[in-house]
């Protein structure tokens, strides 16, 4: 089954990694926040399986806690 097309989600957990690789110990922080183990946060992370609603909702909530501005997108297709 070919992969679903989700350019804003893809856009979240692209932000999402860049700001886990800022500081050492976020991932382990948002997995533990999303409720998951480390190694099926860094396969999301790293576009091998994609979060379902709530881990993108939970995601979000995570990002703002940190002071984190999401920048929305908008896809053209």
């Known amino acids: 089954m070919p992969k679903a097309i989700t350019p804003r989600v893809d856009a979240l957990v692209a932000q999402v990694n860049t700001f886990c690789e800022s500081k050492h110990g976020l991932k382990t922080e948002l997995a533990a926040h999303l409720q998951i183990t480390k190694q099926y946060l860094n396969a999301i992370l790293k576009s091998e399986k994609e979060p379902g609603g709530e881990k ?6 995570w990002m703002e806690k940190h002071g ?10």
Do not use: F, R
């Not at 984190?68 to 297709?77: C, R, S």
């Open 56 to 61: 993108v909702l939970a995601m979000l909530e």
């Open 68 to 77: 984190q501005a999401v920048q929305p997108t908008v896809a053209i297709i």
